[in-house]
């Protein structure tokens, strides 16, 4: 019976349907000639070798099977509004940004180069309001100071803090002073002149609305998807069904690619986002759709052409592709194109972004006026043996979930050269982990060599050698040996109430020059990472500056992480109580 009351809607219930065609080409053919005699023949040299052919490809055996002629569809789409990250309470989830965009953004960084770019820009505004008069009084409350040290020994940061330092608007300050109302304060005590306060304070509000549109940054600390025990992201989202109230979550656990789609998420249906007490969070109307299609078979380049007289472009062949044994899925989609090909359909159907969409029930008219109700392929729970998809939700418990997810996700976003990268990798001899910030962030926020900064932090840090007393001994004892200043030891520690499995716990070298200097490590002690997140291949992380454009045309900047496999184990030789010997 459900299936009947599925199919109902599609022939009595639901008004005419919506045809899905938006229009109509025609093709009409443009004779040289009148005769279409010889045109009409299919001209053989040898009829009876195409004859042989034919029979040896079955083209003369009858499978009485009729073309589709008409589709209809039922579907029922439900919309996501709920975000949340690493099991924290719900948030709405409006999709005016992309959702790779939402889940890595960062609080953007208050360096030289955003307090320089800042200052700039609220010196057009003050000049703009025709109250450009108060420069120097700003540059008195909010200056760059000219001492600040760089600890990452960037000779273009020193020169560029020595051009801008007491003539250019601190725009971190200021920015700071704008959002806690200390700025409103002080030109209220400063500025004599009603309308000057009221245009300065106008500026402020102006300068406030350009970050905005500038970048995009969290609402709060909490909204943070950054796992750095993972090394990944960790967020849901879930979609109202003002239906029944019933609601679909999506866990994204192991996101680190940089890169969303159908695949990162698993449907769990035990749980359900929250929104914080005292707060709700309506759900987008659902939507009904009956449909109408008329099928077209499936085209492709390289595809085998259903016809013994036309020949297969010559750009593709799938024949002769090179194939593995464990290559299961180039296996099926290889199998797919040379023998199946011929025998799909499909028809289009638009969608919003941000929907699941389940279809209720699909009905197929065939030339010979027979229609035939097309089931799912996995419409049985997760633990049956004949279950098999290929474009699914994975459900976290045995359960069938029909459901086709549409993110809105990035398209292919403009990003910078890093400007943080740290390799993890493992070093068996010393046993222990370590974290190499090869390039590390500058105050101007550009990516500098991390290599080349821990050498000047080295010579410009480390004590004078120490002279030796003259002995006849012809070796020497070393108590320990050192590693480069960019070299982070995680060294591995108990789980508590464990007394076999161990986790990888951030340490530090003697020196006390030897800090780290990017945003990836810089967690609150103690920063334990697991065991198992860094494999013998180690892992690469990369904080880039991403661009992209919105469906509605806006500008999406923001600072974001992705984790790619490593370049394998590494030494850093690290010893210690070692005797060395002497030259001569």
């Known amino acids: 019976m459900a299936d009947i009351d599925n199919l109902r809607p599609l022939f009595f219930q639901l008004p005419p349907f919506r045809p899905a065609i938006k229009g109509w080409n025609r093709l009409e053919g443009r004779p040289r000639q009148a005769d279409f005699e010889r045109s009409l023949r299919a001209e053989v040299r040898d009829p009876l070798w195409m004859l042989t052919r034919q029979w040896q490809f079955g083209e003369f055996i009858g499978e009485d099977a009729g073309s589709p002629v008409d589709a209809r569809m039922l579907t029922h789409q439900t919309y996501l509004n709920r975000y949340a990250v690493k099991g924290g309470p719900a948030q709405p989830l409006p999709i005016d940004i992309p959702l790779e965009t939402r889940v890595e953004r960062e609080a953007w960084p208050d360096d030289l180069g955003s307090q320089v770019r800042t200052g700039r820009y609220f010196e057009k505004l003050l000049r703009k309001q025709g109250v450009f008069s108060t420069k120097n009084a700003h540059l008195t409350q ?21 051009a801008v330092a007491g003539k250019i608007i601190n725009g971190g300050l200021l920015v700071k002073a704008i959002r806690d109302g200390s700025y409103a304060n002080w030109v209220d005590l400063t500025t004599p002149s009603t309308d000057y306060r009221t245009k300065q304070k106008d500026a402020a509000n102006e300068l406030m609305v350009w970050l905005g549109q500038f970048s995009s940054q969290p609402l709060s600390d909490a909204d943070n998807a950054w796992a750095a025990s993972n090394l990944e992201y960790q967020f849901a989202c ?18 680190e690619n940089g890169q969303l789609d159908w695949y990162s998420f698993d449907v769990d249906i035990d749980n359900k986002l929250e929104a914080p007490e005292g707060s709700t969070i309506e759900p987008i109307k659902s939507l009904d759709e009956c449909l109408s299609f008329i099928p077209a078979p499936v085209s492709f380049q390289g595809m085998p052409n259903p016809r013994f007289w036309q020949m297969e472009s010559e750009r593709i062949e799938f024949a002769q592709m090179d194939v593995n ?16 090909s011929n025998d799909w359909c499909v028809f289009p159907y638009e969608r919003k972004i941000g929907s699941l969409c389940n279809i209720r029930g699909l009905v197929v008219t065939d030339v010979f006026g027979q229609r035939t109700n097309i089931r799912s392929a996995g419409s049985t729970i997760d633990h049956e043996w004949t279950r098999w998809s290929f474009f699914r939700q994975h459900a976290k418990a045995d359960a069938s979930v029909d459901l086709s997810l549409l993110l809105p996700a990035l398209g292919k976003p403009a990003e910078s050269q890093p400007v943080e990268k740290v390799n993890f990798i493992r070093d068996e001899m010393s046993n222990m982990v370590w974290a190499i910030e090869s390039v590390i962030p500058s105050p101007l926020g550009r990516g500098v060599n991390g290599y080349e900064s821990a050498l000047a932090a080295q010579n410009a840090t480390l004590p004078p050698p120490i002279t030796l007393l003259p002995t006849a001994a012809k070796i020497r004892y070393i108590l320990g040996t050192s590693v480069p200043y960019n070299w982070i030891p995680f060294i ?93």
């Open 142 to 162: 909010y200056s760059i100071r000219a001492d600040e040290p760089n600890t990452t020994y960037d000779k273009d940061t020193d020169q560029t803090r020595e």
């Open 492 to 584: 591995p520690v108990q789980v508590p109430n464990n007394n076999r499995d161990i986790q990888l716990q951030r340490a530090r070298m003697p020196d006390s020059a030897a800090l780290f200097k990017g945003e990836i490590l810089d967690e609150t002690a103690p920063y334990f990472i697991h065991e198992e997140e860094v494999p013998r291949s180690g892992k690469l992380i990369t904080r880039t500056y991403q661009r992209t454009r919105t469906p509605a045309g806006n500008v999406a900047l923001w600072v974001g992480r992705k984790v790619t496999v490593g370049r394998g184990e590494g030494s850093s030789g690290l010893g210690f109580d070692q005797l060395m010997d002497l030259e001569g």
């Open 238 to 255: 879930a979609a109202d069904d003002d239906t029944n109230g019933s609601q679909v979550v999506l866990q994204a656990e192991q996101y």
């Open 325 to 340: 044994t464990t290559d299961v899925i180039k296996l099926i989609m290889t199998e797919f194109m040379l023998l199946y």
